[in-house]
């Protein structure tokens, strides 16, 4: 059972840059499927960005093509979020989250594993 750290997040003003970094433990990291998600204050948690098992396809929301780049390093085991050109609607708890199904998309449930958050504000 992998357990997931995530760090990296702080305040930004808008326009600026972040990079968030989710470190796992206690599994074969090559073998999920990794997503990142956020949640607003009082909003639903939603899906931000995926990508498969050896980094060769990603998938990224809408509200987040062309500004955030996920990745990963397997030998690191490590997966990341680098955020640019941030707005103030991207401000949420950025969750990092593990899947160890043959499919995992843009809904929450399809994944098993979770970390704890990382606060991300952006400023106007």
């Known amino acids: 059972q992998v357990q997931l750290v995530e760090s990296g997040g702080g305040l930004v003003q808008a326009g600026g840059s972040l990079r968030l970094s989710c470190a796992a433990s206690?599994?074969?990291?090559?073998?999920?499927?990794m997503g990142w998600f956020r949640q607003a204050p009082g909003k639903e948690r939603d899906f931000v960005a995926r990508?498969?098992?050896?980094?060769?396809?990603?998938y990224y929301s809408d509200s987040v093509k062309g500004r955030f780049t996920i990745s990963r390093d397997n030998a690191k085991n490590t997966v990341y979020l680098q955020m640019n050109s941030l707005k103030p609607e991207d401000t949420a708890v950025y969750y990092c989250a593990a899947s160890d199904a043959y499919y995992a998309g843009t809904r929450s449930s399809q994944y098993s594993y979770w970390g704890q958050g990382t606060q991300v504000t952006v400023s106007s």
């Open positions: 206690g599994g074969t990291f090559s073998r999920y499927i």
């Open positions: 990508i498969t098992w050896s980094g060769g396809n990603t």
